[in-house]
């Protein structure tokens, strides 16, 4: 039995492992940070720390001399920070605290050469107090002291000196050194594990976005997005799957349209090849079938005409190239214009046209993109309407509004495919007769015209009965 041994590669650029890399980083930073502020910088901290206190509390006491209590809060500060709290006066002799002996004899606690060096800068005037470090001969550690001036009590002036002992902190140290390598070990193996499976977390949803995109990439559109747990891969997933939904729709409408201009260019073309050869064999001598033949030949020349006019009609408008120029049109001449290119119609297949006007139909818009409207309208009631060759054109003002009405009474739409017919290629179902005229691609140019005039339009409609194609315009 052979067993295969899997080498895991581990990609430096990963989402994952850039998650991990940062994550770990950080935690690696704050230990650091841990280390400098309890090791390194410890003793300047407790100095500076200690500084604070005494400064604080001696201008405290300054503030509460001539207070009732202030020998008893001497004593409590005293006893409470372990601090030595002396009020001297200008000769150095010791006011409080004091006991019932030293009450007697006032003991000089200060000689004039130290009181000099404490108070000097105090009694000029230049400080109100200081802090300093003093290394006393009898004593192991340095001690920081506090001077300051208190006031004159029957014209002696009085001071303060607070004393506390700068504790060496090297054992503190040790103790701190030893506790902090095992914290960060513990702390260091923590953070890798909970990195490494927290940035899996947050890029699972990317990586699983990054495979689903590569399937899509390889021609799978029935792929979807997956959300993830929080709102920005959310939107992520919504924003991918509605692309993923319109490039569905896209290589749809890609195949729809291959489909339907293969059909609509092979049928034409084989008329007009098929009617060419019985011109050739058949009817080159007889001048009446000849003549039929060249006019069938004409009208589907006239057909492939149309459907490349519509193809580029409809290619500028998806480039954006399309534009309205805004004149005064008068829509009642406009509909008698276009109706007239239909009399072929009429007279060949019986077409009944009744065209009503109420009002003055004047409006604002691009008449030639208004007879591009009006002639897909038209034209497609007329391939809709079977049987029914009957077909009413109404234009009313009313309101400051000019509406028109394109009515047949053909086939009719479902329902559930109102909203489609304004697409590209869309045709009813149940229509299999190829029509005389049109291209599948007239409302979708009536809708991106209509939509560009900013003009309301719809369709009311009833399977078997009918529909009626309108648009709303203002009055001019």
């Known amino acids: 039995m052979i067993r295969e041994n899997k080498i895991i590669k581990i990609n430096n650029n990963s989402i994952m492992f850039k998650f991990w890399k940062y994550f770990s980083g950080f935690a690696a930073a704050i230990l650091i940070a841990l280390w400098l502020l309890q090791i390194v910088f410890l003793n300047n901290f407790y100095e500076s720390m200690k500084i604070r206190e005494v400064t604080k509390i001696g201008n405290y006491l300054r503030t509460e001399y001539n207070s009732s209590d ?37 003991p000089k606690v ?5 009181f000099n060096e404490f108070f000097s800068s105090i009694v000029s005037g230049k400080e109100k107090y200081r802090v300093f470090t003093v290394k006393f001969p009898n004593l192991e550690n340095p ?13 002696v002036k009085h001071y303060i000196t607070i004393k506390t002992s700068l504790d060496p902190v090297d054992s503190t140290i040790d103790i701190l050194k030893k506790m902090l390598i095992i914290v960060s070990i513990l702390a260091m193996a923590l953070s890798l594990i909970l990195s490494y499976f927290m940035s899996k977390r947050l890029s699972k949803p990317l990586v699983d976005m990054s495979r689903t995109a590569k399937k899509l990439g390889k021609g799978n559109y029935d792929v979807s997005f997956k959300k993830g747990d929080y709102s920005e891969v959310d939107d992520l997933a919504d924003t991918l799957n509605y692309a993923t939904n319109e490039l569905t729709k896209t290589i749809e409408m890609r195949k729809d349209l291959i489909a339907n201009v293969s059909h609509d260019l092979k049928t034409p073309l084989t008329v007009i090849k098929s009617y060419g050869e ?66 072929v119609l009429k007279e060949k297949n019986d077409f009944i046209f009744e065209f009503k006007t109420i009002g003055d139909c004047t409006i604002l818009g691009d008449e030639k993109k208004l007879e591009q409207v009006i002639y897909n309208l038209i034209n497609n009631a007329i391939n ?9 054109i109404i234009l009313e003002e009313k309101d400051g509004k000019v ?20 697409e590209r290629f869309y045709r009813v179902r ?3 007769t190829r029509p005389s005229v049109g291209t599948g691609l007239g409302l979708y140019i009536v809708k991106n015209i209509l939509e560009l005039h900013n003009f309301q339009y719809g369709v009311n409609s009833e399977l078997g009965k009918g529909s009626d194609f309108y648009f709303i315009a203002k009055k001019y």
């Not at 001497?74 to 002996?101: A, R």
């Not at 069938?296 to 534009?323: F, G, P, Q, R």
């Open 384 to 392: 809709y309407s079977k049987e029914e060759k009957y077909l009413k």
């Open 403 to 422: 509406r028109f009405d394109c009515i047949d009474h053909g086939l009719g739409i479902e329902e559930d495919d109102i909203d489609e017919i304004w």
């Open 278 to 343: 019985m011109i050739r064999d058949i009817s080159g001598s007889d001048e009446k079938k000849r003549n039929e033949h060249i006019a069938t030949i004409i009208n589907e020349a006239d057909h492939l005409t149309e459907l490349v006019n519509d193809l580029l009609d409809l290619s500028k408008m998806e480039s954006n190239l399309e534009s309205v120029n805004f004149l005064p049109v008068d829509l009642e001449k406009t509909v008698t214009n276009v109706s007239n290119r239909f009399n």
């Open 70 to 106: 202030f020998e008893y809060q001497i004593l409590n500060y005293s006893q409470k920070k372990g601090m030595n709290i002396e009020v001297i006066d200008e000769d150095g002799h010791l006011i409080y605290p004091f006991n019932w002996v030293e009450a007697l004899f006032k």
């Open 143 to 155: 001690t920081l002291v506090y001077a300051g001036f208190l006031g004159t009590t029957d014209d």
């Open 430 to 432: 149940d229509n299999h």
């Open 110 to 114: 200060m000689d004039e050469q130290t």
